[in-house]
């Protein structure tokens, strides 16, 4: 139940926006995310609303860290 | 970066688990706590990729299957009020109580509907101002904050005619508990999603007090692995410390204004748990100042719920110390056309994802269960 999944934000009305997931779009609240998120960024959907706006920054370092500790 | 399918490439989980294989020397049990994990473990085929010294275990991290059916029971009565409309997540509607469920309710004539959201609940309850709807709020601490953002709405909208039936309930209070009871893992990777909104801190005295490592963990395949790779790192060399694996979706602190919507709305209170028991401070209650919104009050007050089937062994499947194969009936009795238990009747549920997932290519593979 605690499935959250990545969705790109195409526009933004205040603190509603709608994001794509997958090519499918759907509106959602960014009342409870806690960094600003804009037209653009991946959030973390979770039943309606984003949870998490989501770095690249810190998605490739996991990746580096994986990748070099395989070495 | 999509943030997904780069951590799904084959070649990337292979070199994890090679250094898995390179530095795990003893023999350590790790408990996946939550259900999407154990959907996740079983769908990439995780468990058969790791060494023998490597034990998955599957906890109590599925909101509908660790509800009690008094809960559930409690629920299905919020059907029989005049008028009423009782709104909830998909996953609630099957479960059983005493007797039926959400969806048994609906076809005989309650008008049960299925959200994506909890807004749209409050957007039922808008549109039908003359019924009461009430939302029947589950859900670990993920979910939480939606349901108070919602209780906030209909306070800001004063509608007179929206109520929570909260369910929901508080993760690391029940990993404490389970350490309690002389049952758990070694070593747990901890729920993501759970920790965007709570952050790494809640679970440092389990790591500090108890000396189990945790690692938080993403839900790709490489993240449950590089997440694995943590622990058996830690074990091995006597640590324990609360990782995160998930820094992309996890910051240490959490989501601080998710939990001060929370915190705003619910209060902690103790709370049952299927196959647990009570386990203080692991559930919400409505502040004082959100009471009118709480649905209790129109639950009928003289329930009586009956025992779990019999044979039925999701509380021992919950607390981790039975793989649901072992349960007798498990894929004869209880299938999910046909489920006996909630740990069967959940999508995410682990009797669901091993008959699912488990016997593919043949029989469970019941010695590394065991």
Same mark, same amino acid.
């Given at each position: 139940?605690?499935?959250?999944?990545?969705?790109?934000?195409?526009?933004?009305?205040?603190?509603?926006?709608?994001?794509?997931?997958?090519?499918?779009?759907?509106?959602?609240?960014?009342?409870?995310?806690?960094?600003?998120?804009?037209?653009?960024?991946?959030?973390?959907?979770?039943?309606?609303?984003?949870?998490?706006?989501?770095?690249?920054?810190?998605?490739?370092?996991?990746?580096?860290?994986?990748?070099?500790?395989?070495? | 970066?999509?943030?997904?399918?780069?951590?799904?490439?084959?070649?990337?989980?292979?070199?994890?688990?090679?250094?898995?294989?390179?530095?795990?020397?003893?023999?350590?049990?790790?408990?996946?706590?939550?259900?999407?994990?154990?959907?996740?473990?079983?769908?990439?085929?995780?468990?058969?990729?790791?060494?023998?010294?490597?034990?998955?275990?599957?906890?109590?991290?599925?909101?509908?299957?660790?509800?009690?059916?008094?809960?559930?029971?409690?629920?299905?009565?919020?059907?029989?009020?005049?008028?009423?409309?009782?709104?909830?997540?998909?996953?609630?509607?099957?479960?059983?109580?005493?007797?039926?469920?959400?969806?048994?309710?609906?076809?005989?004539?309650?008008?049960?509907?299925?959200?994506?959201?909890?807004?749209?609940?409050?957007?039922?309850?808008?549109?039908?101002?003359?019924?009461?709807?009430?939302?029947?709020?589950?859900?670990?601490?993920?979910?939480?904050?939606?349901?108070?953002?919602?209780?906030?709405?209909?306070?800001?909208?004063?509608?007179?005619?929206?109520?929570?039936?909260?369910?929901?309930?508080?993760?690391?209070?029940?990993?404490?508990?389970?350490?309690?009871?002389?049952?758990?893992?070694?070593?747990?990777?901890?729920?993501?999603?759970?920790?965007?909104?709570?952050?790494?801190?809640?679970?440092?005295?389990?790591?500090?007090?108890?000396?189990?490592?945790?690692?938080?963990?993403?839900?790709?395949?490489?993240?449950?692995?590089?997440?694995?790779?943590?622990?058996?790192?830690?074990?091995?060399?006597?640590?324990?410390?609360?990782?995160?694996?998930?820094?992309?979706? =996890?910051?240490? /602190? #959490?989501?601080?204004? &998710?939990?001060? *919507?929370?915190?705003?709305?619910?209060?902690?209170? !103790?709370? @049952?748990?299927?196959?647990?028991?009570?386990?203080?401070?692991?559930?919400?209650?409505?502040?004082?100042?959100?009471?009118?919104?709480?649905?209790?009050?129109?639950?009928?007050?003289?329930?009586?719920?009956?025992?779990?089937?019999?044979?039925?062994?999701?509380?021992?499947?919950?607390?981790?110390?039975?793989?649901?194969?072992?349960?007798?009936?498990?894929?004869?009795?209880?299938?999910?056309?046909?489920?006996?238990?909630?740990?069967? =009747?959940?999508? /995410? #549920?682990?009797?669901? &994802?091993?008959? *699912?997932?488990?016997?593919?290519?043949?029989?469970? !593979?019941? @010695?590394?269960?065991?």
């Amino acid at each position: 139940m605690c499935l959250a999944i990545p969705a790109l934000i195409v526009e933004k009305r205040g603190d509603v926006a709608k994001v794509s997931v997958g090519g499918v779009i759907k509106e959602i609240s960014l009342e409870l995310i806690d960094r600003p998120a804009d037209v653009g960024d991946y959030v973390l959907l979770h039943a309606g609303f984003a949870i998490h706006r989501l770095d690249a920054a810190d998605a490739e370092e996991t990746l580096r860290i994986m990748r070099e500790a395989a070495g | 970066m999509k943030f997904a399918a780069e951590f799904r490439d084959r070649a990337l989980a292979d070199a994890i688990v090679s250094n898995i294989r390179k530095s795990c020397r003893g023999k350590w049990s790790l408990m996946e706590f939550c259900g999407t994990h154990t959907v996740a473990v079983f769908r990439h085929g995780l468990r058969s990729l790791l060494p023998e010294g490597v034990r998955l275990v599957s906890g109590p991290g599925c909101p509908v299957c660790v509800t009690p059916k008094s809960e559930v029971d409690r629920a299905l009565s919020l059907c029989d009020v005049e008028g009423g409309i009782v709104a909830t997540y998909g996953d609630l509607v099957k479960v059983p109580g005493s007797g039926n469920n959400l969806a048994g309710k609906r076809a005989l004539g309650a008008d049960v509907r299925v959200v994506y959201s909890s807004y749209d609940a409050v957007e039922i309850a808008r549109r039908v101002p003359g019924r009461p709807v009430f939302f029947v709020a589950i859900g670990f601490e993920t979910t939480a904050p939606g349901t108070a953002a919602a209780i906030m709405r209909a306070d800001s909208m004063g509608l007179q005619n929206f109520f929570v039936l909260c369910l929901h309930k508080r993760t690391p209070p029940v990993v404490q508990a389970l350490l309690e009871m002389g049952g758990g893992a070694q070593g747990f990777i901890c729920p993501g999603h759970v920790c965007a909104i709570i952050g790494a801190r809640p679970f440092e005295p389990i790591a500090r007090d108890w000396g189990r490592p945790c690692v938080i963990s993403g839900f790709e395949p490489a993240d449950v692995l590089q997440a694995i790779l943590l622990l058996v790192r830690q074990l091995e060399e006597g640590r324990a410390s609360v990782e995160i694996e998930y820094s992309r979706g =996890v910051p240490y /602190e #959490g989501n601080s204004r &998710a939990l001060d *919507a929370m915190d705003e709305v619910f209060s902690r209170a !103790d709370s @049952e748990w299927r196959g647990l028991g009570m386990v203080v401070g692991s559930g919400m209650k409505l502040r004082e100042r959100f009471a009118r919104f709480d649905a209790a009050r129109f639950v009928d007050p003289g329930l009586e719920s009956l025992p779990d089937p019999p044979g039925c062994k999701c509380g021992d499947v919950l607390r981790g110390e039975l793989a649901p194969a072992l349960c007798p009936l498990f894929g004869r009795l209880c299938t999910p056309e046909n489920p006996v238990g909630p740990c069967m =009747v959940s999508s /995410e #549920g682990s009797c669901a &994802a091993y008959y *699912a997932y488990g016997r593919e290519g043949g029989a469970p !593979d019941l @010695e590394r269960l065991e």
